[in-house]
């Protein structure tokens, strides 16, 4: 996903085909979002606050078929109205059932860049 990806919707897509409706999303220090319809708020506010998007970069990416779990190492670097110039490392944890994520854990390291 880049921010073109995030301008054209296409996360909307990959919401809808691969989370399931009782999805939990777990992010390191917040209350836990349930449901596809929590998570859509959580990203539209996302986007809404942010004013430029640097960079977006998928690092890497494991699955683990046996046990139904993929994880997914990103970075990102934005300009947000209200907590100004951020750069991220995220991991998110997640585990499949029936093809969607029903549970999604997401680890994020973040700074404040200098401006």
Same mark, same amino acid.
């Given at each position: 996903?880049?921010?073109?990806?995030?301008?054209?919707?296409?996360?909307?897509?990959?919401?809808? %085909?691969?989370? *399931?409706? !009782?999805?939990?999303?777990? +992010? @390191?220090?917040?209350?836990?979002?349930?449901?596809?319809?929590?998570?859509?708020?959580?990203?539209?506010?996302?986007?809404?606050?942010?004013?430029?998007?640097?960079?977006?970069?998928? %690092?890497?990416? *494991?699955? !683990?078929?046996?046990?139904? +779990? @993929?994880?997914?190492?990103?970075?990102?670097?934005?300009?947000?109205?209200?907590?100004?110039?951020?750069?991220?490392?995220?991991?998110?944890?997640?585990?499949?059932?029936?093809?969607?994520?029903?549970?999604?854990?997401?680890?994020?390291?973040?700074?404040?860049?200098?401006?």
């Amino acid at each position: 996903m880049n921010e073109m990806s995030y301008q054209q919707g296409k996360w909307k897509e990959a919401l809808e %085909k691969y989370y *399931a409706d !009782d999805v939990v999303r777990k +992010v @390191s220090g917040l209350v836990p979002l349930v449901g596809k319809d929590m998570i859509r708020e959580q990203i539209e506010d996302f986007i809404k606050g942010c004013t430029e998007f640097h960079s977006l970069e998928i %690092k890497a990416v *494991a699955v !683990d078929e046996e046990n139904n +779990v @993929s994880m997914v190492e990103m970075s990102q670097e934005y300009t947000h109205k209200f907590y100004g110039h951020i750069r991220q490392s995220l991991v998110f944890v997640q585990r499949w059932r029936d093809g969607q994520i029903y549970e999604e854990s997401l680890y994020v390291m973040q700074e404040r860049v200098n401006q």
